[in-house]
T-cell receptor, first 110, second 116 residues
Framework: ELKVEQNPLFLSMQEGKNYTIYCNYS?????LYWYRQDPGKSLESLFV?????AVKQEGRLMASLDTKARLSTLHITAAVHDLSATYFC??????????FGKGTSLLVTP | AAGVIQSPRHLIKEKRETATLKCYPI?????VYWYQQGPGQDPQFLIS???????DKGSIPDRFSAQQFSDYHSELNMSSLELGDSALYFC???????????????FGPGTRLTVL
């Protein structure tokens, strides 16, 4: 059974601080996706990581993929309130359906 | 840029009623997926279509069915609704035949179904 595990599941951090969200998965997939979801809203694609060692950055977010360790990280630099949301990692399952982690609910406080 | 369109955005039904959710994928996308997201949960895959043919099934109840039409729009039909069917239902689309392909899925705004 394919498993995707994120930690932490809840994260409260102060503005200006740095933190990392971890995503471990059990498949041998070399593709991993990060999505952002605001409460009651759609899922917004943040990053698509396609190979071992892939690193992508957008603003204060940076994602990386280590396929040998089956680990992806989402690093937050100098957090701001606008980053408060739930972040999901996902990997391809059977038939290319996405298998999501439980999500990390991030709250950035002043 | 065009996005995935879903309708209706909100739907309230009584137990044992039926519901139909519609999805219009991004133009030229060849694959459509349906997901169900309960409160505080991650999205769960229901069913997918590739070039109008069902390609995979996930945890879709037998009471639910779906199809994709010649214009590529898809419909999720839900019968004998139960309280536990209350959730956000997302449609997503992707272009699997993209060269060097990956499966980045673009999600619609969702339909919030409430079963009373």
């Amino acid at each position: 059974e394919l498993k995707v595990e994120q930690n932490p599941l809840f994260l409260s951090m102060q503005e200006g601080k740095n933190y990392t969200i971890y995503c471990n998965y059990s498949t041998t997939s070399d593709r991993l996706y990060w999505y952002r979801q605001d409460p009651g809203k759609s899922l917004e694609s943040l990053f698509v990581l396609l190979s071992n060692g892939a690193v992508k950055q957008e603003g204060r977010l940076m994602a990386s993929l280590d396929t040998k360790a089956r680990l992806s990280t989402l690093h937050i630099t100098a957090a701001v309130h606008d980053l408060s949301a739930t972040y999901f990692c996902a990997v391809d399952g059977t038939g290319y359906a996405l298998n999501f982690g439980k999500g990390t609910s991030l709250l950035v406080t002043p | 840029a065009a996005g995935v369109i879903q309708s209706p955005r909100h739907l309230i039904k009584e137990k044992r009623e039926t519901a139909t959710l519609k999805c219009y994928p991004i133009p030229r996308h060849d694959t459509v997926y349906w997901y169900q997201q309960g409160p505080g949960q991650d999205p769960q895959f229901l069913i997918s279509f590739y070039e109008k043919m069902q390609s995979d099934k996930g945890s879709i109840p037998d009471r639910f069915s779906a199809q994709q039409f010649s214009d590529y729009h898809s419909e999720l039909n839900m019968s004998s609704l139960e309280l536990g069917d209350s959730a956000l239902y997302f449609c997503a689309s992707s272009y699997l035949r993209l060269a060097g392909g990956h499966n980045e899925q673009f999600f619609g705004p969702g339909t919030r179904l409430t079963v009373l």
